[in-house]
């Protein structure tokens, strides 16, 4: 079935450890996502890829970059994670612009951070 | 502009029905629906695009008012799959539907 992996499902990192999180589709959507989630709060939007073309948004941490190799792949590099920075990371592809579009979801990273 | 949702959280008994507002001060391109299970991914219930707009499936509807500035889910004969948070997702511009400004959820539980 066509969907949206996320390796690993759990992640335990050290303060300070770089950490990469990884994301892929076989959906073949153009636009990927990158959501952090607190616990009991919405998805926070940290960047999302339309191709190649990367947005960032104006309050997502330095700490924080992403890659995106091809259409199939995205990467979430935390380059020194803070004990702020435990959430789950959520990945997320749809189509491009001409809809709205739904959001596919896929099971998320779960960050600790010791 | 983050969309206000209420009720915060709902108690349902199985069977019962529940209505979830997601409003915004200025008029709205579209609304998104999601529900998110404890621990797992949201997932997709429908997208509303156009003033008076009403979508359904099976036991759970939503509609979109003229103004486009309010969206209400309908969740009818609640079962206990529905419990979850519950999501509205927002865009302004349709230039700008690639990107959606969440609400801070409904929780909803269903107990038998």
């Known amino acids: 079935d066509a969907m949206v992996i996320q390796n690993p499902r759990y992640q335990v990192t050290q303060f300070g450890k770089p950490v990469t999180l990884s994301c892929s589709q076989t959906l073949n959507h153009n636009v990927m996502y990158w959501y952090q989630q607190k616990s009991s709060q919405a998805p926070k939007l940290l960047f999302h890829?339309?191709?190649?073309?990367?947005?960032n948004e104006a309050d997502t941490p330095d700490n924080f970059q992403s890659r995106r190799p091809n259409t199939s792949f995205c990467f979430l590099d935390i380059r020194s994670p803070g004990l702020g920075d435990a959430a789950m990371y959520l990945c997320a592809t749809s189509r491009p612009s001409g809809g709205p579009y739904e959001q596919y979801f896929g099971p998320g990273t779960r960050l600790t951070v010791t | 502009q983050q969309p206000v949702q209420s009720p915060q959280a709902v108690i349902l008994r199985e069977g019962e029905d529940a209505v979830i507002n997601c409003s915004s001060s200025k008029a709205l391109y579209s609304v998104h629906w999601y529900r998110q299970k404890h621990g797992e991914a949201p997932v997709f219930l429908m997208i509303l695009l156009k003033g008076g707009e009403q979508k359904g499936h099976e036991k759970i509807s939503a509609s979109f008012n003229e103004k486009k500035q309010q969206s209400s889910l309908y969740l009818t004969a609640s079962q206990l799959s529905y419990s979850g948070t519950y999501f509205c997702g927002t865009s302004l511009h349709p230039g700008n539907n690639r990107k959606l400004i969440w609400g801070l959820g409904t929780s909803l539980a269903v107990n038998p």
């Open positions: 890829y339309y191709d190649k073309d990367f947005n």
